[in-house]
T-cell receptor, first 117, second 112 residues
Framework: AQSVAQPEDQVNVAEGNPLTVKCTYS??????LFWYVQYPNRGLQFLLKYITGDNLVKGSYGFEAEFNKSQTSFHLKKPSALVSDSALYFCAVRDRNSGAGSYQLTFGKGTKLSVIP | DSGVTQTPKHLITATGQRVTLRCSPRSGDLSVYWYQQSLDQGLQFLIQYYNGEERAKGNILERFSAQQFPDLHSELNLSSLELGDSALYFC???????????FGNGTRLTVT
């Protein structure tokens, strides 16, 4: 079974400061990892993914995430937060060994990011 | 715009009723996924179809069923509705593999 934990329900950060949204995962094999963002009354939008290779992954809107296999973590980061980054952020995982043709993701419960002007 | 279309946007119905939610995937995407989002349960995977065939099943109740048609659109049928079924239902599509899921804007179901 695969699972994702986002330990913080809410993260508050001042505009211009760096932000981190935490994520840890559990899979039986090696993971594929994703971050999504959800704005009010909208569906989830893809930000970035880790498949293989470089542990630091860069994505949309200046976000990046670092894969740490030993800590089973995939924290989302941004050097300088914007008020417009305020949204709900979801981490997701898929086991590389999941069944053929089975591509569903397991999501964390989400972290609400508030960037304060 | 993700390219995934869900209808209707809102649905209000009474307990015991049956509703159908519809999803049109992005052009070229063969996989369709259904997720339920509620405040207490978060995003729960319900079911996945790939080119018309069921590929994976999650926490989907027996009262719920889905199908994917030859034109690749999908429908989620919810029957004998209960108050606890009130939630946002999302459809997502992908080409498969490690490509990201693209989500529609959801159908908000309210059961009264």
């Amino acid at each position: 079974a695969q699972s994702v934990a986002q330990p913080e329900d809410q993260v508050n950060v001042a505009e211009g400061n760096p932000l981190t949204v935490k994520c840890t995962y559990s899979v039986s094999g090696n993971p594929y990892l994703f971050w999504y963002v959800q704005y009010p009354n909208r569906g989830l939008q893809f930000l970035l993914k880790y498949i293989t290779g470089d542990n630091l992954v860069k994505g949309s809107y200046g976000f990046e995430a670092e894969f740490n296999k030993s800590q089973t973590s995939f924290h989302l980061k941004k050097p300088s937060a914007l008020v417009s980054d305020s949204a709900l952020y979801f981490c997701a995982v898929r086991d590389r060994n999941s069944g053929a043709g089975s591509y569903q993701l397991t999501f964390g419960k989400g972290t609400k990011l508030s960037v304060i002007p | 715009d993700s390219g995934v279309t869900q209808t209707p946007k809102h649905l209000i119905t009474a307990t015991g009723q049956r509703v159908t939610l519809r999803c049109s995937p992005r052009s070229g995407d063969l996989s369709v996924y259904w997720y339920q989002q509620s405040l207490d349960q978060g995003l729960q995977f319900l079911i996945q179809y790939y080119n018309g065939e069921e590929r994976a099943k999650g926490n989907i109740l027996e009262r719920f069923s889905a199908q994917q048609f030859p034109d690749l659109h999908s429908e989620l049928n919810l029957s004998s509705l209960e108050l606890g079924d009130s939630a946002l239902y999302f459809c997502a599509s992908s080409v498969g593999g490690v490509s990201p899921l693209h989500f529609g804007n959801g159908t908000r179901l309210t059961v009264t």
